[in-house]
């Protein structure tokens, strides 16, 4: 609590100093208000409450002690006392007598406690009010975008963030993507093909790299038995980001095979050998003949020596398990280990997560959880 304290005393010191400071020379001499004083005595004695109903009564509401009054109110808000910050700001917010830019200040801050308290409709039309006037534009705009985020009002996010690009000047086509993927599986779940192939067309326009839009888009093509379009948009994915390959890897193959072309599948990882600085490829064609009864051992060996992987390790086991007990028992243990390790990682706050999330569910970030490399 004396962490939070501390701050609010230079706060509230530095905006007495102020106030003193830019007050008429005739005035400096008042003396500070005895509530103001008791409530900087309870600060240096941690008495967080009492400081702060002494504080609250210093502060009388005009335009020299406004930003006594925000800054009780941001410190409510801090230490998770959401409704006490509410009701100075509403009180704030109720007087006539404020100049536009301290009620505009004011709005921002009430926005900011509906947004912690979950009311989110009072947010949001607190945020657009701001908007509609022109005042923090790119605060409002973030927090309305989080805000459609969490009710998965996607177009109004969409809207919202090519609004904050347009703002701030920086490119927001990660998300933006995102949200028309979002509203195309919408559109997918609801039969409606055109309009799902319509927003990932729009995605891939706005993001060439959206790794999401392909794989929908391969999906919607592979539903409606349109092969040639969905081996096109699967077969993007490694050109947008080679660490999906093992992800979109069975979705091209089950196409092939849809087509009863095992062959054109061989012929397509032969490819993405000389193609890709990946091993991932090799590693896939050896398990294709592999599967077929011809003997890879020798050439996995050597693929290993050269580019070692987890992957590589565990299938040059599984191979020799049958005639090994010990080379079953380390096919087991690296089984055991690939199945119970880190799949995907966030690159923005480092989350572990078994499984894909396009938005991180802990830092938020769009199309920063990517595939785990099992390179030694």
């Given at each position: 609590?004396?962490?939070?304290?501390?701050?609010?005393?230079?706060?509230?010191?530095?905006?007495?100093?102020?106030?003193?400071?830019?007050?008429?020379?005739?005035?400096?001499g008042?003396?500070?208000?005895?509530?103001?004083?008791?409530?900087?005595q309870?600060?240096?004695?941690?008495?967080?409450?009492?400081?702060?109903?002494?504080?609250?009564?210093?502060?009388?509401?005009?335009?020299?002690?406004?930003?006594?009054?925000?800054t009780?109110?941001?410190?409510?808000?801090?230490?998770?006392?959401?409704?006490?910050?509410?009701?100075?700001?509403?009180?704030?917010?109720?007087?006539?007598?404020?100049?536009?830019?301290?009620?505009?200040?004011?709005?921002?801050?009430?926005?900011?406690?509906?947004?912690?308290?979950?009311?989110?409709?009072?947010?949001?039309?607190?945020?657009?009010?701001?908007?509609?006037?022109?005042?923090?534009?790119?605060?409002?705009?973030?927090?309305?975008?989080?805000?459609?985020e969490?009710?998965?009002?996607?177009?109004?996010?969409?809207?919202?963030?090519?609004?904050?690009?347009?703002?701030?000047g920086?490119?927001?086509?990660?998300?933006?993507?995102?949200?028309?993927?979002?509203?195309?599986?919408?559109?997918r779940?609801?039969?409606?093909?055109?309009?799902?192939?319509?927003?990932?067309?729009?995605?891939?326009?706005?993001?060439?790299?959206?790794v999401r839009?392909?794989l929908?888009?391969?999906?919607?093509?592979?539903?409606?038995?349109?092969?040639?379009?969905?081996?096109?948009?699967?077969?993007?994915?490694?050109?947008?980001?080679?660490?999906?390959?093992?992800?979109?890897?069975?979705?091209?193959?089950?196409?092939?095979?849809?087509?009863?072309?095992?062959?054109?599948?061989?012929?397509?990882?032969?490819?993405?050998?000389?193609h890709?600085?990946?091993?991932?490829?090799?590693?896939?064609?050896?398990?294709?003949?592999?599967?077929?009864?011809?003997?890879?051992?020798?050439?996995?060996?050597?693929?290993?020596r050269?580019?070692?992987?987890?992957?590589?390790?565990?299938?040059?086991?599984?191979?020799?398990?049958?005639?090994?007990?010990?080379?079953?028992?380390?096919?087991?243990?690296?089984?055991?280990?690939?199945?119970?390790?880190?799949?995907?990682?966030?690159?923005?706050?480092?989350?572990?997560?078994?499984?894909?999330?396009?938005?991180?569910?802990?830092?938020?970030?769009?199309?920063?959880?990517?595939?785990?490399?099992?390179?030694?």
């Amino acid at each position: 609590m004396a962490v939070l304290l501390l701050p609010l005393g230079l706060a509230l010191g530095w905006q007495l100093h102020r106030v003193m400071r830019e007050a008429p020379e005739a005035q400096r001499g008042t003396p500070v208000s005895p509530d103001y004083l008791e409530g900087l005595q309870y600060l240096a004695h941690d008495d967080p409450d009492r400081a702060i109903a002494a504080l609250t009564r210093a502060v009388a509401v005009d335009s020299e002690t406004i930003e006594l009054h925000l800054t009780l109110g941001r410190l409510f808000r801090k230490r998770g006392e959401v409704d006490r910050a509410m009701r100075i700001h509403q009180h704030l917010l109720a007087r006539d007598s404020l100049p536009p830019e301290e009620t505009n200040q004011v709005r921002l801050e009430l926005a900011r406690d509906y947004h912690e308290a979950g009311l989110l409709d009072r947010a949001e039309g607190l945020y657009a009010g701001l908007l509609d006037d022109g005042m923090y534009m790119d605060e409002a705009l973030r927090a309305l975008i989080s805000i459609y985020e969490q009710t998965q009002e996607w177009q109004q996010a969409e809207e919202a963030a090519q609004r904050l690009q347009s703002v701030e000047g920086r490119s927001q086509a990660t998300q933006i993507a995102h949200y028309c993927c979002e509203q195309a599986q919408a559109a997918r779940g609801a039969d409606d093909a055109d309009t799902a192939f319509a927003h990932l067309e729009r995605a891939l326009k706005t993001d060439p790299q959206c790794v999401r839009a392909s794989l929908l888009l391969g999906e919607l093509h592979e539903r409606s038995g349109q092969y040639r379009q969905a081996l096109r948009a699967y077969e993007h994915v490694p050109e947008q980001d080679l660490r999906f390959f093992p992800t979109v890897l069975p979705a091209i193959r089950r196409v092939y095979s849809a087509q009863n072309d095992e062959a054109g599948y061989a012929r397509y990882l032969r490819a993405a050998e000389k193609h890709y600085d990946s091993v991932q490829p090799a590693l896939a064609r050896l398990r294709l003949e592999a599967e077929s009864g011809k003997d890879v051992v020798e050439e996995l060996v050597a693929l290993c020596r050269k580019r070692p992987t987890w992957t590589g390790l565990r299938m040059l086991a599984e191979r020799r398990a049958a005639q090994d007990d010990l080379a079953q028992m380390v096919h087991e243990g690296l089984e055991s280990a690939l199945q119970s390790g880190p799949k995907f990682r966030c690159e923005s706050c480092g989350l572990t997560p078994r499984m894909q999330f396009w938005q991180c569910p802990s830092c938020k970030q769009w199309s920063r959880v990517r595939p785990v490399s099992d390179r030694l």
